[in-house]
């Protein structure tokens, strides 16, 4: 672990030398811009938990003769209990990457910390990225690194390790994209993953829009992802949509939970359609059922809205909640600075033999204010009522201001 923050320390290190030496010598703007920001999570229970999470990102634009970027992000975390500080709070970097992308160039290389998804390949990275442009509809993206812990703590030892590395291929033939990727990783000189994927994307007739991913566990032998989705616009007011799905979590070699890795396969499918049958006012509604050996559980919805708010009703069934019936409504309004927002859901039913009356809801209220172009405050708080929350208040509170500028260096 020490080796790991030794080594990721140095790239920093030799990042920042790298701008403050193009900076100098460029005779170009150097601009750059940025957030900041602040999260904080407050909630009413046995022990007053607050936690806090703030996140300052800084990205240059454009120096070094202009074919060079930086961005990067820092975030923190602290967690306060009965107003003493837990000792979980820390601050890390999450992302620090070096960019080259000249103009004329086919190249685009990203060197650093960076989350990567390519296909089936997803995860935090330290290492390469690169994507090499054949033509105008074919390219090429490769990438590879160490692995990088998902947790803020830097005390922590890192879980996952390793190494990893993958490609994706896309190409497109008139309005159909192919997509073919691979990705491996390792750790301690055994494999822990090895897929492949294959992601389709086309708008085949005039109206209709498919998507469809095949994503295999090579070292499992079983489909991670098998996707089928559309949207079919029928007319100028009416679409409809349907996905069908069998999905299982991505569960690594080293890991306990890859015994039971067919018993966490999930089969679903998914209806929904939306008609503006008035110039402002809609209708909407979906069905989503997830199949298995014994009742098939399913969640319908229908609602009636335009762009102030929507209500609407709900019902399913389901092992954890029994047979349930409830509404729920959301309205948005903007007032000058201020966009205001309110929302309940409540539901009832039987909850297997044990609860026969169960309710549940939720009420929640939210307040943005816009203070300047580049000063945001905003606020949400819950009120929640189950039989897991017994009166259970719970707030978010978020402060974030944007930064840009231009300094030209001289030579």
Known sequence: MRKFKSRQ????LTILLFLVVSGVQSAFALNYSGRFGVWSYVRDDSVDRVQVVPLLSLNVHK?????WNFESTLR???????????????????????????????????????WVTEGIGRGNVLGLWSNYKFNRKTDLRVFGGSRLNSSLSLDQENPDGGWTGGLNVRTRFGKRQIGLSYFYVSKDGDVMFNGLGLDY???????????????????QSAIETGQITAYWQTTGKLMLSAD?????????????????????????????????????VYLTGMGYTIFTEEDMLYKVRAGIGDEKGEIGYTHWLSAGEGDMDGFYGQTRYDIKQFEVSLGFDYSRGSNSEIRPNTEAQVIYGGLDWSITRMINLGGRIEHLKNQYHNEDWRALFSLVTHFRSAVRGEQ
């Not at 320390?9 to 920093?12: D, E, I, M, R, V």
């Not at 990457?97 to 685009?108: G, N, R, T």
């Not at 679903?268 to 008609?275: C, D, E, I, N, P």
């Open 244 to 280: 069908l799905r069998t999905q299982t979590p991505r569960i690594f070699e080293d890991s306990f939970f890859a015994t039971f890795l067919e018993e966490s396969k999930t089969n679903s499918a998914r209806l929904g359609a939306f008609w503006e049958f008035d110039e402002d």
């Open 76 to 114: 923190g975390f602290a967690e306060y209990q009965n107003g003493y500080a837990n000792s979980s709070g820390t601050a890390r970097v999450h992302r620090a990457v070096l960019i080259w992308k000249p103009e004329a160039s086919k190249w685009d290389i990203r060197l650093g910390q960076q």
């Open 9 to 12: 320390a140095l790239f920093l």
């Open 201 to 219: 994307h086309c708008t085949s007739l005039k109206d209709l829009t498919m998507r469809a991913r095949l994503h295999m566990n090579l070292e």
């Open 63 to 67: 120096f070094g003769g202009g074919d």
